[in-house]
């Protein structure tokens, strides 16, 4: 059986730090964003997906 991991509430670097080392694939909560209308959220996600690829590109 398949299964993802999903942490909630995730406020802190510290909860954040420690959900990635135990293996979640995916976190949620304020230490990313508030609670967003829709259109609200649709702009976030591109604001953060071009952050998320040019933090990408410096990597390299």
Not at 17 to 37: D, I, K, M, T
Not at 46 to 60: G, I, N, R, V
């Amino acid at each position: 059986m398949s299964l993802e991991l999903v942490a909630e509430g995730v406020e802190t670097d510290i909860e954040l730090h420690w959900a990635e080392s135990s293996g979640c694939n995916f976190v949620q909560g304020y230490r990313f964003s508030q609670p967003l209308p829709a259109e609200q959220f649709t702009h976030w996600v591109a604001q953060y997906e071009c952050l998320t690829k040019s933090d990408y590109l410096t990597t390299l």
